[in-house]
Every structure is written in C-alpha cells, then in structure tokens.
C-alpha cells in the first residue's frame, strides 16, 4: 500500500496507476488566488493484496483525512490505514487544525477494539525531542529525535499521541535508518510520521526513511530538477500473520530492523511462508509426480490432522508449510531447474532525458554529497551552516545547468527542424511524428525457450 499526499486532485476518478486500486479523498474547497487546486489524499493498495484482504474506504467528513479498512479474509485481522495532511499554521486552512486532531482522537477511540491502526501523513509538526510517552508508566523504549526543533503543531501532536496513548515510528524503530522528511532551501525537519499505538507496536517490523535523491540514484530516475520533491519517502513492514495476538508482548523486544516514509505500507503476509530458492519447470510433469507411497502417506496424515484436530491460524499455516514443503521436495527430485541469471548493478544512465550528459552527472554527484553531509551534521555543530551554504550552493548549481542543458537541446533540435523543413519536406514530417507519444499496437514476435534465451523466429514463437 501507498498514501499519496497532496495530490491537487481537481475531481475523483482521475487518478489511476497500474496494478493499483485507488482511493481518494479531494478537497472541495479552493482559495480564490489558488491558479490550481491544493491538498488531496489517496491511498493506493496493489491488487494482489485485494485477493487476501477485504478493503473497503469508510466515510470520514474531515477533508484532510483518508480512512481505508483491511480484513483478512482468513484470520480476520483487522488493520486500519489512516492517512493525515495537517496544513501548517500559516496556511488558511490551517486554522481548522485542532478540529482534526480531536477527530483523529474520537477515530481512534472507535478503533480500539481492531488488531491494528496506523496514523500516517505529513502533519507539519516539529516535536523535537520532547518525549511521546508518559515515562514510568508506558513500557516502551525512548525514540532517538534528529530534529531538534520543536513547534506550536509539534506539541499538538505531543498531546495528542498522549490522550491517544499511541507512539511514533519515527526514531524508535531503527533509528540508524532514520532522516530527516522535509529537506529544502529552508532547511532540514522532520515533519512526516508514523504513528501505531504502544500495544501494536510489535506488529511494525520495520521502517525506513528515504531521501528522493537517494531514490533517485537507487532506481536510475530522471529528473527535471534537483528538487523532485522537497519531502522523503517513509515506509514500514507489518506482519499480521505468524503472531498470536494473546500473545504479543507490549514491548519493543521483540521488533526487527525498520525504516521510513509515512506514505507507504506493505502487510508482508508472504514473508511467513519460505519461498523457493530455485525455479522448476511444471510444463511437463512426469507421471509418478507426487504418486509415491511416502507421498500418499503424508497427503492423508495431513487430511487426516484437517478432519480430527481443532484448527487455528498457527495450525493452518503449520499444514500449508508441510505441504509446501513436500511439494518442493517433490520437484527437486523430478523436475528440471530453470537457470536464473544473477543481477548485475546497473550503470547510472538517465536515458530518458537525451541531452544528460557526464558533466550533469559530475554535478549530481556533487549535490548528492553535500546534501548527504548536510543531513548528517547537527543543528549546534559550528559546521552545520558551512555544510547548508555548500548544499545550498551545489543545489542551485546542477538545477542551473540541468536548464541550460536542457534548453540547448531544444534549441538544436529545433534548428535541426527548420534545415530539415527546407531541405527534405517529408522527412520533416517524419521527424514531427515522432516528437509526441507514440503507442504501438504490434504484437512482440518473441518467446523464451528451453535454455531461458529469448527466440524471435515465427515458427518457433506460433508452436
């Protein structure tokens, strides 16, 4: 799952991903200055999760709060995904903000009695170090604040987390994979969160924070601008299977290594079961496959424990691991391995972009570490403003040539258009067509054999 934050939806139905169902909440009203529309929530929940969970959207009237409901459709766990967009005060819909933390309370109180709730979004509060739990009476362990700035929305947040009796992510669930949310030319804050209650806090097992300049590196994006967005992408894994709910301990002991964003959530209920190291191929089973007599044996002492014992979750699951396991057994003995052919790390070439080159490359790499030093050198440091004025500087830089670059580019392209326009008027219009989006309708000649080679020859793709 994902939660997308001010998304300046105009009307519903206009967003749309693939493999994704999404839900959205869009804000009605609009500032008469406002040249677009602001705010806007969605959730985006893949559709494999739609096969093992009953989600549903419950209504909520405040505009600035998305309430989407999971169900197992097994266990019957229950897990409520809130996504929040707090307006900071010096907005003009920010006046309304007390209202929505004490909606956010009566939410919470309503939700009480389900297996697990979530609060996450961009809430625009800075709560410094101040602590988020009564001490000497809550059982859980102190959070490691980064931001060491506290605001008027930040103590809000405070009181809120203390009435509500829930605690943040942020910082206390591996706080060396923390960062901070919010870096600009104004500076560096962590106002994004994740909230649960104390009591399900052993449901999270893990979380991450997420610089988009580190994304961008990881996954090889093009960009426009060094300031794709100024916010980080906070995430976090929750198991709702494997654990017993009369048994989860209430306090922090028993949490894995996290990381962060508040905008995405992913209930990895595949993670209970092992998978496979190697891939077999099923085209052909032999015709003894799974006929042999230790085979028989265990498929009906498996029935047999279905019929006579009395089932849980925990005994379920123990059967689908015995029968995975014989299934596999069965394979590697009779079936055929695919080859797989391990990763390679891919070179950093933004290849959608045309007039990117090694100098702008140069100059990313440039930004990148400055704003990695930035983020690591603390507020009272006597580095701290040197280490903001180079990021600052090597920010403006690369945005200053990525426009010069890209700007030559289509002026050359364009003086190209106009020599070709002269002398060669159908290849001019050949060159036309091909500057807008093209969709192809060609259906691909191409297959992968035997040996995991892909085969483009017609006979061999048509049998």
């Not at 999404?22 to 929940?45: D, M, N, Q």
Request: with cysteine; proline share 4%.
């Amino acid at each position: 799952m994902a939660l997308c934050m001010e998304t300046w939806a105009e009307s519903y139905g206009n967003t749309q991903f693939n493999d994704y169902h999404c839900f959205e909440k869009i804000r009605s009203t609009r500032h008469v200055r406002a040249p677009r529309a602001s705010g806007g929530l969605t959730v985006l929940v893949k559709f494999n999760v739609l096969q093992k969970y009953e989600v549903k959207q419950i209504y909520c009237d405040k505009e600035e709060v998305i309430h989407v409901q999971l169900k197992d459709k097994i266990s019957g766990f229950v897990i409520n995904i809130i996504g929040t967009y707090i307006p900071p005060d010096s907005s003009v819909f920010g006046q309304y903000n007390d209202a929505i933390f004490e909606h956010l309370v009566n939410m919470i109180y309503e939700l009480c009695d389900d297996d697990l709730t979530v609060i996450m979004g961009d809430i625009n509060g800075r709560v410094g170090s101040k602590s988020d739990f009564i001490e000497g009476i809550d059982d859980i362990s102190p959070r490691v604040a980064i931001d060491e700035v506290i605001n008027d929305q930040g103590k809000s947040l405070i009181a809120f987390l203390l009435q509500t009796n829930m605690c943040i992510l942020n910082g206390r669930v591996d706080p060396l994979m923390d960062n901070f949310t919010s870096i600009s030319h104004r500076g560096k804050a962590v106002v994004d969160y994740i909230l649960v209650p104390q009591c399900q806090l052993p449901y999270i097992t893990s979380f991450s924070v997420n610089t988009m300049s580190d994304l961008t590196d990881k996954y090889d994006l093009p960009q426009e601008t060094s300031r794709v967005s100024d916010h980080s992408i906070l995430s976090c894994t929750i198991v709702t299977r494997d654990m017993d709910t009369e048994k989860v301990d209430d306090t922090t002991d028993n949490i894995a290594t996290c990381s962060t964003l508040s905008e995405a959530i992913d209930p990895n209920v595949d993670n209970a079961y092992p998978k496979p190291a190697n891939r077999y191929k099923k085209k052909k089973l032999p015709n003894h496959f799974m006929c042999s007599n230790e085979n028989v044996t265990d498929c009906l002492d498996i029935i047999d424990r279905l019929i006579k014992e009395k089932q849980t979750v925990e005994k379920l699951d123990k059967l689908y691991d015995d029968v995975v396991k014989m299934y596999h057994d069965e394979m590697s003995k009779f079936l055929q391995v695919i080859r797989q052919t391990p990763k390679s790390k891919r070179a950093i070439t933004h290849t959608k972009n045309p007039y990117w080159d090694d100098e702008l490359s140069s100059q990313w790499k440039i930004f990148h570490d400055a704003e990695k030093v930035y983020l690591k050198t603390s507020r009272k440091s006597p580095g701290h403003d040197r280490a903001k004025q180079d990021f600052l500087k090597s920010q403006k830089t690369f945005d200053k040539l990525l426009r010069n670059k890209k700007r030559s580019y289509q002026r050359r392209k364009m003086y190209e258009l106009e020599e070709v326009n002269i002398s060669d008027p159908n290849k001019f219009w050949e060159c036309i067509k091909k500057l807008g989006p093209r969709k192809s309708s060609a259906i691909p000649w191409e297959i992968y054999d035997d040996k995991h080679e892909i085969v483009t020859d017609h006979r061999h793709v048509l049998d």
